[in-house]
């Protein structure tokens, strides 16, 4: 009940600041020819859709280098001049696979995915264990009783009782370090996971990033790991009910290459003695997904560039507006500019910077992060997870302060908030919210450029891009000055971790 009332507090002092007249500063009047020549840059053919790791995103990351320097933004200690090295494991699938458990045959590429492990040719029996979850704190172990030395185990998908996709995903790794120490041969993961087959093998059955371990590379399991869609007549049934089965695994192998990555990580001091020690996190990623030979579809020989104008060019740009005028204008709190890579591969750069942070993540207070999908609307704004925490006043006074509506996540089906870099801070406890262009449902206005080659910078409406700018950069300077405490709202509290 106290949570309660001190929830209902701060919200009321909130609507009694959006009653106020907005004080737009000098500084936060952007000229549209030079955000126009950013977004063009940014989502030109020459950086050839920005995929996490390759060239053309790290001429994307030096542009955006280069506007901080020049905007007068610090780098966050512990870069290299504003760099966040990332260590990431390039994994190449196997070109052949098949798994034959008892009478039925699974093939790669249609109901089976070989995600790890070297080429090999296993003959070995079967065994079922449960979600493969060991946990040393609760006491749960799904090996209990089980010797699985020398044989194939298959398990349920992610942690016991855990329905988020993102800890699934995070989980495979530790799941398949568990069965190598256990001294299995192979792990097979089956997809009973509430979203499509085809989703999930198109992005783990190509060429695709993961970080790299910190684990002693001569340790690593090497173990083959991999993901069965089930079938009818289902063999699993019988085997998950105590019958002995044997199972046979064919694959060319999978290959490991080491690359990296960078964050690019700038901050502006507070000019409040005490406030300037809390953080305001503003983010947004600068990847995209690359070319039609990285495996975006559909595409044409004409255009086989995945240029990301909208996803997430628009972010990007508006992220450099809103450095440039809160470096000119620097509020009570500090800030902090996050240029996130890697978000396409499964927000691997918030992901990183959330458990590598740069700054006390115990004094970050807020994460405004800017992520899109496009935009149906140039008279609004949309704020998934607009809900969830007591900003909302703030950033419809925000919006308002140039004619902008505040809309919230149309789509609550999809899950659009635990698939943005929002979702890395706010499971960390940090409350989070995504800012998008407006989007007021998801229809064919939008998936015409969501990850489609269409989304290139001769489509896009700069007289709403300069809108768009100016209300990310001032909420973001109403939400750093603001003095009161941001919180979750009752119901969306996530702990602090």
């Not at 069965?179 to 041969?185: D, L, P, Q, R």
């Not at 009161?484 to 119901?491: L, T, V, Y």
Request: hydrophobic share 40%; net charge negative; aromatic share 10%.
């Amino acid at each position: 009940m106290k949570y309660f009332f001190s929830c209902i507090l701060m919200v009321s002092s909130m609507l009694f600041c959006i009653g106020q007249p907005a004080q737009v500063l000098p500084g936060f009047e952007f000229e549209k020819a030079e955000l126009e020549n950013q977004l063009r840059y940014i989502a030109s053919d020459e950086l050839a859709g920005r995929r996490t790791a390759s060239p053309g995103e790290r001429l994307a990351a030096e542009y955006i280098v280069s506007y901080f320097e020049k905007y007068g933004v610090s780098p966050a200690p512990g870069t290299d001049h504003f760099r966040q090295s990332i260590p990431f494991e390039k994994v190449i699938p196997p070109l052949s696979g098949t798994l034959t458990l008892g009478e039925t045959v699974y093939q790669l590429g249609d109901n089976l995915l070989i995600m790890r492990g070297d080429q090999c040719g296993i003959k070995a029996e079967a065994v079922f264990a449960g979600h493969g979850w060991v946990d040393a704190e609760t006491g749960m172990d799904d090996y209990s009783g089980l010797d699985v030395k020398g044989k194939v185990v298959f398990v349920l998908p992610g942690k016991p009782g855990e329905a988020n996709p993102m800890e699934t995903f995070k989980a495979m790794s530790v799941k398949r370090e568990i069965a190598a120490g256990k001294g299995a041969v192979a792990l097979i993961e089956l997809f009973r996971l509430n979203f499509p087959w085809p989703f999930f093998k198109s992005y783990f059955g190509k060429e695709r990033l993961e970080m790299k371990g910190e684990q002693d590379p001569s340790t690593s399991p090497s173990i083959i790991y991999g993901w069965m869609k089930e079938s009818a007549p289902n063999p699993v049934k019988d085997m998950e009910h105590g019958e002995k089965m044997t199972v046979s695994i064919e694959t060319s192998g999978v290959k490991v290459e080491e690359t990296e990555a960078f964050n690019i990580v700038g901050m502006v001091e507070g000019s409040d003695p005490v406030l300037k020690d809390q953080y305001l996190l503003v983010s947004a990623h600068y990847d995209h997904i690359g070319t039609g030979k990285d495996g975006g579809q559909p595409y044409s020989p004409q255009d086989s560039i995945f240029n990301g104008a909208r996803d997430n060019g628009m972010g990007t740009v508006a992220l450099m507006a809103a450095a440039r005028a809160i470096a000119a204008h620097p509020p009570k709190r500090s800030v902090i500019f996050l240029a996130c890579t890697g978000e396409e591969m499964g927000l691997l750069g918030s992901l990183y910077y959330a458990e590598h942070p740069l700054l006390p993540l115990e004094k970050t207070v807020f994460n405004f992060n800017n992520d899109g999908a496009g935009y149906n609307s140039t008279e609004h704004v949309t704020v998934i997870g607009l809900e969830k925490t007591n900003a909302s006043p703030l950033l419809e006074k925000g919006a308002a302060a140039f004619n902008l509506t505040v809309v919230p996540d149309p789509a609550p089906e999809q899950n659009l908030y635990e698939r943005s870099d929002n979702a890395s801070f706010a499971n960390k406890g940090i409350p989070a919210i995504d800012y998008a262009p407006g989007i007021t449902a998801m229809n064919e206005d939008i998936f015409k450029y969501y990850h489609q080659a269409a989304d290139n910078p001769d489509s896009i409406d700069y007289d709403y891009l300069l809108q768009f700018c100016k209300a990310f950069a001032f909420t973001a300077h109403l939400l750093a000055d603001w003095e009161g405490d941001f919180g979750w709202m009752p119901g969306q509290e996530r702990a602090r971790q």
